[in-house]
């Protein structure tokens, strides 16, 4: 598209219109799998997807707790959608902490001005792609995992691994480049709108100035708040995850599930048991949130440092933080997409309600980061004044 990119006034309340229209369709969508293309052109025409961008560059200039609410709401009723456009902001935001303004203001100009979806094959931990050099420029070959948003983008964000030093390389290319196939092999139970299957890179030209060397990857405390946003962005999709979890369990025993036989009440929404219940499933949900937000503003504070002057021991408690916000949102998706059938009764499994997905999509995304290893992370710095590690990506 060439048109220049209306930037909402509202960013909250446009997330939330386009999140009543995500949700009417969200069941059948995740049951089809494959490529949103209407939804992600509808992301396009929202203008949210540069809401990140500096006003200068042709965005809003949003700070994280405002972009980050913006996923939250997404999330509620397309964990998918969700998924994808929070590492739109993902991606905008490593180019500006691993590369040089030379770089990266042409690059966010341009996603501004003509609606640009960045789509994800970093996946550093996946290291079957090899960076050759070449006379004037590098060449990426290998294949890569985890693909998301990818498919239906225009930039792409791409690590390789030096074929002769073992560094790590991050570059940024156009997705048409000559050399990226991009397979349509994502098959998981769930955010099974995410694209996030693999790709082939075939001698892939990427020239030096596409490359984000200085300062690199985790090179400096303050490059080293990009795992930070990575958490935050998880964590902010899983409570919205969890939210609309919630929400479908207390519409379906409001308004479909039937009493049980030994309640006494004439209505399943009377029944003390899940009154109970309801209650404490949302008292989790807003201890997330609140722990959420506070971990948020950290973030902001950290990134609006002046000169990027953010030192290892800030780092280490943002660190903790996002961790602690981590653990909580993760359980409380987990918690709400299994306990809603508990509550709603078991007409509410019926594959035509598609109630499982806020389960599925939860259970599929937090594999990635074991929560085991944030309690961890929190009780060594606790205990023994650990500083995490920079390279914990996710």
Do not use: C
Request: proline content about 4%.
């Amino acid at each position: 598209m060439s048109q220049a990119q209306a930037v909402p006034a509202d960013p909250i309340a446009t997330a939330q219109d386009l999140a009543q229209r995500l949700a009417a369709t969200a069941a059948r969508r995740d049951a089809a799998g494959g490529t949103p293309k209407a939804e992600r052109d509808a992301l396009r025409a929202s203008g949210l997807l540069a809401l990140s961008i500096p006003r200068a560059l042709g965005g809003l200039g949003a700070d994280w707790v405002q972009t980050l609410e913006t996923v939250r709401i997404l999330a509620t009723a397309d964990g998918s959608l969700a998924h994808v456009y929070g590492f739109q902001h993902l991606h905008l935001a490593t180019v500006q902490l691993f590369g040089q303004p030379a770089q990266w203001r042409p690059w966010l100009l341009q996603t501004a001005r003509h609606r640009w979806f960045w789509g994800n094959t970093l996946n550093p931990l996946d290291r079957r792609t090899t960076a050759t050099r070449q006379p004037g420029h590098w060449e990426f070959s290998g294949k890569k995992s985890f693909t998301s948003g990818a498919l239906d983008s225009q930039m792409l964000v791409a690590s390789a691994i030096d074929a002769d030093s073992g560094q790590l390389l991050i570059g940024v290319v156009p997705t048409e480049r000559t050399g990226i196939t991009l397979l349509r092999d994502w098959d998981n139970m769930g955010q099974r709108q995410t694209d996030s299957g693999s790709a082939l890179f075939e001698r892939v030209r990427v020239e030096a100035a596409e490359l984000l060397l200085d300062p690199g990857p985790l090179s400096t405390p303050h490059a080293a708040l990009r795992p930070l946003l990575a958490q935050l962005i998880l964590a902010h999709l899983f409570l919205g995850i969890a939210q609309g979890a919630l929400r479908d369990a207390v519409d379906f025993v409001r308004d479909k599930s039937r009493p049980w036989m030994d309640s006494g009440v004439a209505r399943a929404s009377d029944d003390p048991h899940l009154i109970h219940e309801v209650g404490q499933l949302q008292i989790e949900v807003d201890a997330a949130h609140a722990v959420l937000l506070e971990a948020a503003r950290t973030l902001d504070a950290l990134a609006a440092a002046a000169g990027g002057a953010v030192d290892e021991q800030a780092s280490a408690q943002a660190s903790v933080a996002v961790a602690e916000a981590k653990i909580l949102t993760t359980e409380a998706a987990l918690q709400a997409g299994e306990h809603l059938f508990a509550l709603a009764g078991s007409s509410a499994s019926r594959a035509a309600h598609h109630l499982d997905r806020h389960w599925r999509n939860a259970r599929v995304h937090t594999l990635h980061d074991p929560v085991r290893w944030k309690y961890h992370l929190l009780g060594n710095y606790l205990l023994n004044g650990a500083l995490p590690r920079r390279h914990q990506w996710n």
